[in-house]
């Protein structure tokens, strides 16, 4: 079993010396991770839709799926599950974890089969939370039969979320993407008010 499992792990921080991670081990603690999130259930909306990420990839195979899992995919966010992990406050713990593994490339990856790693993956189990959200974007689908349209959405999201996190130094522009992102996701109820259940619940636990 891979050791940076989110349940196997020590939650005192980052590891002090490094240690030996196979490439795959990380691509099972990155789809472990994503399960535990409910990514499966927006996934399923966007691929309902048309949507799916995968398209055109020569190592996707019809009715069997993805035939060669790499690290640049099970890294790699769409604009829905980036938005998951910013709203929650875990987007940053994400990125981090997947800073130290090296190779990866587009749909590829050249990850050697064991490297070095410093950082476990802390993702808590969430799941309810991204089923919240795969409803909203559901209902947003069935209320704008445009074509494309939440997959516009999406990458408006994802669009708007990376400058955020390439203007740490300019709060001007950083407070306009952040208003941004807040108005691309006043649609989503449901997951607004799962999200305010959460932290309420954070809340109380400390």
Known sequence: MPSFIASEQSKSGSHAQPMRMSRQAVIEIGVNALNEVGSESIC???IK???SCCN???????GIGCT???????????GNLKYLLYATGYLEEWNAFWRQVPGQSFRE??????????KPL????????GEALAADLQELATKHPAVGFIHTLRDKMDKNIDQLNHCKNDPKRRKR???NIKALTSPFHRFQSELQEYHLRLGESE
């Open 49 to 51: 839709y048309g949507g």
């Open 177 to 179: 993407m952040e208003k």
């Open 68 to 78: 060669a899992r790499n690290t640049s995919c099970t890294a790699w966010l769409c």
């Open 122 to 129: 802390h993702l808590p189990a969430i799941r309810q939370l």
């Open 56 to 62: 055109g990839c020569h190592h996707l195979v019809n």
């Open 44 to 46: 399923r909306v966007c």
């Open 109 to 118: 990856d050249h990850t050697p089969d064991i490297f070095a790693a410093e």
